[in-house]
Each structure stands twice: as C-alpha cells, then as structure tokens.
Nanobody
Framework: QVQLVESGGGLVQPGGSLRLSCAAS????????MGWSRQAPGKQRELVAG???????NYADSVKGRFTISRDTAKNTVYLQMNSLKPEDTAVYYC????????????WGQGTQVTVSS
C-alpha cells in the first residue's frame, strides 16, 4: 500500500506563488512517474504536470512557464512550484504516483486546496 501526503496549499492573491509537496511512503519498491492533477468545481480532473524517473517533465499548456515540477528521488517526494498564479488556477490539487512494479497504481493523494483570489 502506498500513502501520499500533500502539503502547501492555501489562499494566495493573483500573481502570487505557492509550493506544493507530496511525500510518498509505504510499500514502495521504486517509483516511476510522479505528477500533479487538479480539479476545479464543476470540471473534470486535468493533468497539470508530470515528471518521469529520468527527470523528463511535461506540463499542461495552461501552466507552462509558470509552474515547475521537480522531485527528490531519495525522499520519494515531488514538488510543484506555482508562480504567477491566476484565479483560474483555483482547484483541488492531487498528487499522483505510478510504480515500476505491480501493483503499478496510479495512487492518489487526498488533495490540497489552492485558492487564488484577491
């Protein structure tokens, strides 16, 4: 079983920054891909950013140039640095992890609320 603990959400003004963290623990042999998705009220969950075990990253077009995903492999932790936040970034952000071996997942965190408002 894999546990994911997220932190770093909160209320921020437009143009501000937040940093999300997600630490994985439990029955982890090795982690493959880590990432973040988000879900705004009344909308479907969407991928925000992902990072492979080799460090390759991918981003949703809506966050390119503003968000940066990184990971600390030794700590099984993934981060999402969010800059120049906009009201449309308001959502619950979920951490997602895939393992290299069965059961592969995906495994999801409990979610952390990010609210961008003046």
């Amino acid at each position: 079983q894999v546990q994911l603990v997220e932190s770093g959400g909160g209320l921020v003004q437009p143009g501000g920054s937040l940093r999300l963290s997600c630490a994985a623990s439990g029955s982890i042999s090795s982690i493959s891909t880590m990432g973040w998705s988000r879900q705004a009220p009344g909308k479907q969950r969407e991928l925000v950013a992902g990072i492979s075990s080799g460090g390759r990253t991918n981003y949703a077009d809506s966050v390119k140039g503003r968000f940066t995903i990184s990971r600390d492999t030794a700590k099984n932790t993934v981060y999402l640095q969010m800059n120049s936040l906009k009201p449309e970034d308001t959502a619950v952000y979920y951490c997602k992890v895939l393992l290299r071996s069965s059961p592969y997942g995906p495994y999801w965190g409990q979610g952390t609320q990010v609210t961008v408002s003046s």
